[in-house]
């Protein structure tokens, strides 16, 4: 028997669990989901992938950021992680923010770069001691070019110049390479009489340095294009041709050469003019001129491996870093499968 004083409290007890059950039970629908679609960013179909990220940029920031974010720092599946924190990159805000902050020290390679790539494209000069501290420690090779952009993008500081200078001159050439790739994205004019002497000699990193000077554009770098055009190897004339073209020398020429490079050298077994056409097509599309780019669709569809592979490469470069540049090729293409 339930005395009278037990009864308010057995009330309220019984109140409070009917409570919590249909708190559990009432869970919205596109809370579910969302959380099926991040467990499913692992699965090991393509397809399921595919369509859960889908769903994950399209869910509406104010429900999805926290819900991301917890499965960013926590969830059991390091693969996943990674995937939650690229997407999350595209909601933004403060919470997003405070998130990459953290991301710059964790241990999952994948997070700490896609955290470096976050600060590249949202500068912040407070950052700046943090990515510097970093050019001793982080040795990953799938994550120090990422250092390199971020630091890049800071490189109003005259530390960070100085800093990416000596490691211009010091570092592995495959590091070297990638570091030359950023200081041409940014333009860096501090950077013109090192890559000057870098594509004045004949090593393994002169077609990355002339294609940084063409995009810089300072008239210094000249000399040494006009050079490079009586000196390298076949293979490697049309990466002089869009350097050239990019300081804006004989442009028109410039660029039909390359695009006929494209075309002969798609059916030819000699690959390395090819190569270099489909590099010179991707750093003449980043400055607007989309010819040659356009052409990689002309060369690429149904094409042998060897063809396709480059032209994949390539086509995907202009698609990660110009994607308004691939949407206009996109409108301008007569076959879009």
């Known amino acids: 028997m339930i005395s009278v004083t037990s009864g308010p409290i057995l009330f309220l007890a019984l109140s409070l669990f009917v409570t919590i059950s249909m708190a559990g039970a009432q869970v919205p629908s596109e809370v579910r989901e969302l959380r099926a679609a991040?467990?499913?960013?692992?699965?090991?179909?393509?397809?399921?992938?595919?369509?859960?990220?889908?769903?994950?940029?399209?869910?509406?920031?104010?429900?999805?950021?926290?819900?991301?974010?917890?499965?960013?720092?926590?969830?059991?599946?390091?693969?996943?992680?990674?995937?939650?924190?690229?997407?999350?990159?595209?909601?933004?805000?403060?919470?997003?923010?405070?998130?990459?902050?953290?991301?710059?020290?964790v241990s999952n390679d994948?997070?700490?770069?896609?955290?470096?790539?976050?600060?590249?494209?949202?500068?912040d000069g407070t950052l700046v001691p943090r990515l510097l501290a970093a050019l001793d420690g982080e040795k990953s090779e799938f994550v120090r070019p990422a250092l390199f952009r971020a630091l890049a993008a800071h490189d109003e500081d005259?530390?960070?110049?100085?800093?990416?200078?000596?490691?211009?001159?010091?570092?592995?050439?495959?590091?070297?390479?990638?570091?030359i790739e950023a200081l041409g994205d940014y333009r860096a004019d501090y950077a013109v009489e090192h890559l000057i002497s870098i594509a004045a000699s004949d090593g393994p990193l002169r077609d990355d340095a002339l294609i940084a000077l063409g995009k810089i554009g300072r008239v210094s770098a000249l000399p040494v294009i006009s050079a490079a055009q009586g000196?390298?190897?076949?293979g490697l004339q049309p990466v002089v041709s869009a350097a050239a073209c990019m300081l804006g020398i004989d442009c028109e020429n410039q660029e039909q050469y390359i695009i006929q490079s494209l075309r002969i050298g798609a059916t030819s077994r000699n690959r390395d003019g090819f190569r270099s056409a489909t590099r010179a097509a991707v750093a003449l599309a980043m400055v607007g001129r989309l010819g040659a780019a356009e052409v990689l669709f002309e060369v690429g569809m149904g094409a042998a491996e060897s063809v396709r592979a480059p032209v994949a490469l390539a086509l995907g470069t202009i698609a990660l870093r110009r994607p308004d540049i691939m949407q206009m090729m996109f409108e301008k293409a007569d076959r879009l499968e």
């Open 231 to 234: 000196e390298v190897a076949d």
């Open 110 to 123: 994948r997070i700490r770069a896609v955290a470096y790539d976050y600060a590249e494209h949202s500068p």
């Open 158 to 179: 005259a530390e960070v110049q100085e800093k990416l200078l000596v490691h211009l001159d010091h570092e592995e050439d495959f590091f070297r390479s990638a570091l």
């Open 38 to 105: 991040i467990s499913n960013l692992g699965d090991f179909d393509h397809d399921v992938r595919v369509e859960a990220a889908r769903f994950v940029r399209r869910a509406e920031a104010a429900a999805a950021v926290p819900i991301l974010l917890e499965a960013a720092r926590r969830h059991e599946d390091n693969y996943v992680r990674y995937r939650v924190a690229v997407l999350s990159y595209g909601f933004r805000g403060a919470q997003i923010d405070l998130f990459f902050r953290e991301a710059l020290d």
